[in-house]
T-cell receptor
Framework: ELKVEQNPLFLSMQEGKNYTIYCNYS?????LYWYRQDPGKSLESLFV?????AVKQEGRLMASLDTKARLSTLHITAAVHDLSATYFC????????????FGTGTRLTIIP | DAGVIQSPRHEVTEMGQEVTLRCKPI?????LFWYRQTMMRGLELLIY????????DSGMPEDRFSAKMPNASFSTLKIQPSEPRDSAVYFC??????????????FGPGTRLTVL
């Protein structure tokens, strides 16, 4: 059974700083998804990482995937207040791969 | 495309009443997922369908919960009788089933359920 762990669970950072959210998963998975959820809102797909070494960037966010280390990272560059949200990663087991296994989420708060 | 549509957006009911949540997936998507989200338990997968057939209902809490998908464009999640501990946000999501990101899930806006 695939298990997905995120850390940290809570992150408070100042505007302008850089930080990384980590997503570890327990068994082989060939793809990894990142979602964003604003308070009181739904989950919005951010990145789809489909292969080892995949890197995707959107604005101040960059996601990468290392399938050998079973690790994905979400890097925030020069954080701004608008990035405050909860970020989830989700992995897919190779067997029964219709459903995603979500991490617990990282609640990110950007302080002015 | 309008995205995944859920109704109602908010539901307040009394303990013991029947509650029906509705979902319309994105047209052409072949899998549909029902989730429940609470502060205590996070995001939980309740059940999912593929081509209208229930595949995995191991997350359904108990017999009070039931879900149906009579056709490709409609699904319901029913709670009967409802209890205060069922209070949560219920999300529906669908996936394309084809293409490189065939299992990327697209979420609806959610239904916030409060059982008094």
């Amino acid at each position: 059974e695939l298990k997905v762990e995120q850390n940290p669970l809570f992150l408070s950072m100042q505007e302008g700083k850089n930080y990384t959210i980590y997503c570890n998963y327990s068994t082989t998975s060939d793809r990894l998804y990142w979602y964003r959820q604003d308070p009181g809102k739904s989950l919005e797909s951010l990145f789809v990482l489909l292969s080892n070494g995949a890197v995707k960037q959107e604005g101040r966010l960059m996601a990468s995937l290392d399938t050998k280390a079973r690790l994905s990272t979400l890097h925030i560059t020069a954080a701004v207040h608008d990035l405050s949200a909860t970020y989830f990663c989700a992995g897919v087991p190779l067997v029964g791969n219709e459903k995603l296994t979500f991490g617990t989420g990282t609640r990110l708060t950007i302080i002015p | 495309d309008a995205g995944v549509i859920q109704s109602p957006r908010h539901e307040v009911t009394e303990m013991g009443q029947e509650v029906t949540l509705r979902c319309k997936p994105i047209s052409g998507h072949n899998s549909l997922f029902w989730y429940r989200q609470t502060m205590m338990r996070g995001l939980e997968l309740l059940i999912y369908f593929n081509n209208n057939v229930p595949i995995d209902d191991s997350g359904m809490p108990e017999d009070r919960f039931s879900a149906k998908m009579p056709n490709a464009s409609f699904s319901t999640l029913k709670i009967q009788p409802s209890e205060p501990r069922d209070s949560a946000v219920y999300f529906c999501a669908s996936t394309p089933g084809q293409g490189a990101s065939y299992n990327e899930q697209f979420f609806g806006p959610g239904t916030r359920l409060t059982v008094l």
